[in-house]
């Protein structure tokens, strides 16, 4: 896509913004923290000390602390951008450190289980919003980070009950300034919708590309050589972050089961079209299909360019 970020902010939206975990969602929101001037101080930590090497090597952020607990001192906002299984042993260590008034978010693809894990170590009188950024791509690591990632891209924020409003318009602000949509739901709503557009997708992608290399009569040189583009986009899904996709699954188990159990019977059905011949269902079926990946296109939201690499124009 041709948009750019805009210029910097002349007044940051926080004071000083500590990340926690420095992958690709983190080190992005580093990079574009620093582009914008979206924190007057950028803090950064991670779990591993090469990662944090790595992080001072590259310039991403102002401090880089070996604990989470030193990175969240006098933290104005906190974004934990850990694998979602993470989240509440960091909470534990970073909550006797939490400033009064401090914000502190995460970037995880499920809320329902990130709150009943995170909640319970916030302490009083600071607030705690759930967020999930949309956005992202099969590579991971602090190089792989681009300050453009969240460009027209949706953040999904879930306030809980009695939220205090302020903090949510801070939190709203700073994605909103990283360039992103921001819309707010409950965590149920979210782990139903995420479960539909990619969660499940995830998981099909898995499940695809493992039985193509479980298939005895096919030879592994034989399914890379004759990939086309559907297979190669598969792989590039199923190369993302295992993980992360191993505590995403981990933790919207219900939702997931029950798009599954929805994705089953739908299946079934076009098995039953192509048994029976049936064109003008596969046909009907098929079209539908294909306004819908119209309709994404028209709102901004993928490029009509094909591009199975997802190759990124600002790497930096």
Request: glycine letters at 8%.
């Amino acid at each position: 896509m041709s948009e750019q970020l805009g210029p910097k902010l002349e007044r940051p939206v926080v004071e000083r913004l500590a990340i926690i975990g420095c992958g690709l969602i983190g080190s992005s929101l580093l990079r574009v923290a620093r582009r914008r001037n979206l924190a007057r101080r950028i803090v950064a930590t991670d779990a591993s000390a090469p990662v944090r090497a790595r992080v001072v090597e590259l310039g991403l952020a102002d401090e880089v602390h070996d604990s989470a607990a030193d990175a969240v001192r006098d933290a104005d906002l906190i974004i934990l951008c850990a694998p979602v299984g993470a989240n509440a042993a960091i909470a534990a260590e970073i909550a006797p450190a939490l400033s009064t008034g401090a914000i502190v978010s995460d970037v995880g693809s499920v809320k329902g289980a990130v709150a009943s894990a995170v909640a319970p170590f916030i302490p009083k009188g600071v607030h705690f919003i759930p967020g999930h950024p949309v956005a992202g791509t099969e590579q991971s690591g602090p190089d792989a980070g681009f300050p453009t990632l969240f460009l027209n891209r949706w953040c999904i924020l879930t306030p809980p009950a009695g939220a205090d409003p302020h903090a949510v318009e801070t939190l709203s602000a700073f994605w909103t300034a990283a360039g992103s949509n921001v819309e707010t739901m409950s965590c149920e709503h979210h782990d139903l919708v995420l479960a539909i557009t990619s969660h499940v997708p995830h998981l099909i992608a898995y499940n695809i590309v493992g039985t193509a290399a479980d298939l005895e009569e096919v030879t592994q040189s034989e399914v890379i050589k004759f990939s086309a583009g559907g297979f190669r986009d598969f792989t590039r899904i199923a190369a993302s972050n295992p993980t992360m996709w191993r505590d995403v699954f981990l933790n919207n188990k219900d939702a997931v089961l029950e798009i599954l159990g929805r994705f089953t019977e739908d299946l079934s059905a076009l098995q039953r079209m192509i048994r029976w011949g049936d064109g003008d269902g596969l046909f009907a079926l098929f079209t539908r299909t294909r306004d819908i990946r119209r309709s994404i296109i028209e709102i901004g939201q993928e490029s009509d360019v094909p591009d199975f690499g997802r190759h990124q124009s600002d790497p930096q």
